[in-house]
């Protein structure tokens, strides 16, 4: 059991009114930065959570942007199951207890998460969930929204920051490195890019969900169809390409983004082109021009970015990502940058194939 929550079980079920014993609780590992927990209370079940403070720095502002979008969907008619804070006896979203911060929501029923798209329907269906809940959210202003992770998406800031950590090299980790570096060099044309297109209105500024890989979603345990997207503390303003990048990124690839085995990835050209319809069907209608037609150089730009920072992370000495073993980040890595080369090396093809969509 987590030694958090036993050093803070008595104080946590008192303030949410938990009548289960810790027995009942069950720890969830497929996060990467919180620690999650099923707790069983009777015949109804939750999600508990312990907030990571050095990961998430503004944890009051988070729950804020939180509560503001839990409520907006419901209002809105959103057809897909959304996230809803259990309150304190005192009212409150988050306890802190022990320096520490947790806060709980209802678990959704008869719902799974996957590791991988297992086939182009269910891509599609979850890329139209994800649409509408960007669409959704299309009517509300982000200045009225916290940014909670400041330049989360800000590729120039992230490469920044990854030649800052090189030169330092605290670890001596960046002889392992050789061919990544080199790559980094290779697309740095993408923060560029990025850059000017945010200048000049090109990207636009939404509330987006900012973290839409396959694990933040829940499936129908019977169905296998989409039921909700989960993990909303990258909710803050961004762009509608950063979300459907990210689940490009993490449905197309063939193998888990730790695999060792890259000679043997490949990216999916059915689950590509479905996902690219399904969140098009969504949002085709409030898409720009320029959007439609830069939808794979926003791929290309979350998989690179993503690759720096697991590799800035791993020179770093693995503080931000959760690791089983000394080269995970490096490793996870190599998959981004290794998807990123081959999307690079055909992509005309990629680009026909969205547009076809």
């Excluded at 987006?208 to 019977?222: A, E, G, S, V, Y």
């Excluded at 990502?321 to 890595?333: A, G, P, S």
Aim: proline content about 3%.
């Amino acid at each position: 059991m987590n030694n958090n929550l036993l050093k803070d079980w008595d104080k946590v079920s008192q303030s949410f009114a938990i009548k289960a014993s810790l027995d009942e609780v069950i720890t969830i590992n497929s996060g990467l930065i919180n620690d999650s927990f099923r707790v069983q209370d009777g015949h109804q079940s939750f999600i508990l959570q312990r907030l990571n403070t050095q990961v998430f720095t503004q944890p009051f502002a988070i729950q804020e942007n939180f509560d503001r979008v839990s409520i907006h969907l419901m209002q809105s008619g959103y057809p897909y199951s959304g996230l809803q804070s259990v309150k304190t006896l005192n009212g409150d979203s988050i306890i802190e207890i022990n320096n520490r911060l947790w806060r709980m929501m209802p678990f959704i029923e008869n719902s799974i998460t996957l590791e991988k798209i297992e086939s182009p329907e269910q891509a599609h269906d979850a890329a139209k969930m994800i649409g509408l809940f960007d669409l959704h959210l299309g009517d509300l202003n982000p200045d009225d929204f916290h940014t909670t992770i400041p330049d989360f998406h800000n590729l120039s800031k992230r490469l920044e920051r990854f030649k800052k950590v090189l030169r330092v090299d605290l670890l001596n980790r960046r002889r392992f490195c050789a061919r990544e570096i080199e790559l980094i060099e290779r697309f740095t044309w993408l923060g560029e890019w990025q850059s000017s297109n945010l200048a000049n209105g090109n990207l636009r500024i939404k509330v987006t969900h900012n973290d839409t890989k396959i694990t933040n979603q829940l499936f129908d345990r019977q169905t296998k169809k989409p039921k909700a997207l989960i993990d909303w503390d990258t909710i803050m303003p961004g762009c509608w390409l950063y979300d459907y990048a990210d689940m490009v990124r993490s449905f197309t690839p063939s193998s888990r983004e730790d695999s060792n085995d890259l000679k043997h990835q490949y990216l999916d050209t059915e689950i590509f082109k479905a996902t690219s319809q399904g969140y098009l069907n969504a949002t085709h209608t409030h898409l720009s021009e320029f959007e439609k037609s830069h939808m794979v150089t926003a791929v290309q730009l979350i998989y690179y970015m993503l690759g720096i920072r697991f590799l800035t992370d791993f020179l770093e000495g693995d503080n931000y990502f959760k690791t089983d073993y000394e080269d995970h980040n490096l490793i996870r890595c190599r998959n981004q940058f290794n998807y990123l080369e081959q999307l690079s090396k055909d992509l005309s093809y990629w680009q026909a194939l969205a547009k076809e969509a």
